[in-house]
């Protein structure tokens, strides 16, 4: 991770202080969920991801909706209906909203860091629901792999390298759709030479630029 992702000095900052005490240490097997109301002291807080994968959703009357996943360095805000769960093993770090608010009051560099993390949530859910309302599951899964290949990729001889990559049923849950659109599309992209499997060990994008212009309107539609 970055030494300057906003989220990493955000606990820095706390853990040097006396907002020490306020953090929380998890380390989650993959599967393993973890609810808002866990935290005995309050629910109220930010989950951020240190190591692994987080997915958070919605369950109601048997079904399922995924709202966002979270990679190392990311965050997600919690309450106490709050539903995580590890996609892989994790280490998450908890952060009452308490904390953030009493620690923000008295260091004013510490806000400043703060304030870009919220943004960022904010957009994310944005985002979440003009893609479901707009957008078809070809731009939502092109979009998914370029987070995922900002977020977890490396450069390669071949293009960018995802180790350990989500499978389809993870894309299809990450942005709402189903398992077999979600293989559909992929199949596409493997036909184009764009996208290359290796099984579960990994993945290569071998022309990202490509894959973003496909989902970057045209310069006239910006406006």
Same mark, same amino acid.
């Given at each position: 991770m970055s030494g300057d992702n906003p989220i990493n000095v955000?606990?820095?900052r706390m853990s040097a202080g &006396?907002? %020490?005490? $306020?953090?929380? =240490?998890?380390?989650?097997t993959a599967g393993q969920m973890f609810r808002g109301s866990d935290e005995e002291s309050e629910a109220d807080g930010l989950v951020v991801v240190r190591a692994g994968c987080l997915r958070s959703f919605l369950s109601r009357d048997g079904r399922e909706a995924t709202l966002f996943v979270l990679g190392p360095g990311e965050a997600a805000?919690? $309450? %106490?209906g709050s539903l995580l769960e590890a996609r892989r093993d994790s280490e998450i770090v908890f952060i009452p909203m308490r904390a953030i608010r009493d620690y923000a009051v008295t260091d004013f560099e510490f806000a400043l860091w703060a304030m870009p993390i919220f943004d960022r949530l904010l957009e994310r859910s944005i985002r979440r629901i003009e893609d479901m309302a707009f957008?078809?599951?070809? $731009?939502r899964l092109i979009r998914a792999l370029c987070? =995922? %290949?900002?977020?977890?990729?490396? &450069?390669? %001889?071949?293009g960018i390298v995802i180790a350990q990559p989500p499978n389809a049923e993870d894309f299809a849950m990450e942005i709402g759709a189903t398992r077999q659109s979600v293989s559909t599309v992929m199949a596409d992209l493997v036909r184009c030479g764009i996208l290359h499997r290796f099984g579960q060990r990994s993945m290569v994008i071998s022309d990202l630029a490509r894959l973003r212009r496909e989902i970057t309107p045209p310069a006239a539609d910006r406006f």
């Open positions: 955000l606990i820095q &006396p907002g %020490a005490r $306020h953090l929380s =240490t998890r380390r989650l805000r919690v $309450h %106490a957008d078809d599951v070809r $731009h987070d =995922t %290949a900002d977020r977890e990729g490396r &450069p390669g %001889a071949a």
